[in-house]
């Protein structure tokens, strides 16, 4: 195995990234499987951590698997439009280029405008908890840190060349990234978590609307990978409906800080489960 570049890291704030966990995770990873899986690889904290020399990964988000493209593809025109948003950053500015997806011309906007609005955004929201509505735009308000690291040549460059490796990017439902799994390959699965508060669960409300229906079918694919002899480790919150759905797995207790939250009495440490099959 190639060995491990510490410049690459995560790029984005992301909502649920696992940093807190890598301790936990890292781990009960394969040292070096036939092809490393990540359905749902969101910020990529732990395939970032990893680094491992074949990858498939995939994302629902659109926007997301734009920007690992273009850092793969198109570094040097990433980080020129980069420099021209830290230069022009101020609050009126930030809002300007967040109002961009409510406007019909944003899907003429390049790969690489796009990818620039997304890594702006994402290190200059408040508490970098980048948000979306309903509708997909982000409605994160503007987050006034002194010294946002907008550019971050070095760290741009260096996943830019990982990602250039033999590293596929998918962009789509987590079952398609599960299909044709040769033997010996390895899935990590960081799902939208089941919600904890009873009122998030009665009223529906989820992340991406990834509800209760969606928890199962997720297990019936982990139950599918298990058919075929190819295992995986699962992240997911600690709580009666996953511990029944995967009763016939090994479960294990871990402590996550959730400093990202939207309540904030649910901030501090919260259990969450490691599944392995
Ligand atoms: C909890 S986050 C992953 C966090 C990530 N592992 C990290 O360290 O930052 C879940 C991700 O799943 C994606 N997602 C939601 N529903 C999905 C689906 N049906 N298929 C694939 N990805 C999905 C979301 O866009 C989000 O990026």
Redesign the pocket.
Known sequence: MARKNALVKPILK?????RQLLDDILPLLPKDPKLYVE????????LLAKQPAHARV????AE?VNVYKVVRDEPDALLEKLREHDENNTSDYYYEVRALDRESSFVDMGEVERAARIIYLNKTCFNGLYRVNSAGQINSPYGRYKHPNIVNEPGIRALSRYLQGDVTLMCG??SEALRSLPRGAFVYL???YMPLTQTSAFTGYTE?G?DYDEQVRLRDECVKLREQGIHFLESNSDCPEIRELYADFTIRTVQAKRAINSRGDRRGAVNEVLISG
Request: aromatic letters at 20%.
């Open positions: 992301w909502v649920g990234g696992k359905p749902f690889v969101g910020g990529a904290a732990v995939n994302d629902y988000n997301l439902d987590y960081d799902p939208p991406g990834f």
